[in-house]
């Protein structure tokens, strides 16, 4: 994990690659708590037979599930000291360009984008590509807006 030590820091990483977090395992469990929390049980999520026969050949993760995952992928790829809090303030952009089967692993890159002052701190724009291993696609692509206050 990287480390800066306040927003001085770490806008001097403006326009480089934080890094990846860990690898974090999609189980079925995790997708269909996220189906019942969402409403979203779409039999290619959820319907483990039917899936077998399907398009993917499994059951596959909600590509709202691995938007959901971005803060928890990017909590283990940096962090900035000196802060009172960070707000997840929306996205810019987001794409899901390849399906997440039950078992694979992700992982999130980071790369920041820009800080811009804002008055109760700084907004910080990051591309977060959540690629699943031995994938040649993402599995997701977003630009995430947060609003950092010191």
Known sequence: ????????????????HL?????????????DLFAAATGD?????VDRERAARGPFGSTIAHGYLLLSLVPKLVLRVYR?????????????????????????QVRA????????????????MARVTIERAGASKPACVAETISLLVP
């Not at 994990?1 to 480089?16: L, N, Q, R, S």
């Not at 900035?80 to 987001?94: A, F, H, K, S």
């Not at 890159?109 to 910080?124: K, N, W």
Request: aromatic share 8%; charged share 15%; glycine share 12%.
């Open 109 to 124: 890159g980071v790369e920041l984008m820009s800080l811009v002052p804002r008055a109760t701190g700084v907004q910080a």
């Open 41 to 45: 049980h779409q039999w290619i999520h």
């Open 80 to 104: 900035v000291e000196g802060l009172t809090m960070g707000v997840n303030y929306g996205c810019d952009r987001v794409r899901f360009p390849a399906p997440v089967p039950v078992g694979s």
């Open 19 to 31: 890094g990846h977090s860990d690898w974090h395992t999609i189980t079925q469990e995790q997708i």
């Open 1 to 16: 994990m990287k480390v800066f030590h306040g927003i001085e820091e770490f806008a001097d990483a403006v326009g480089t």
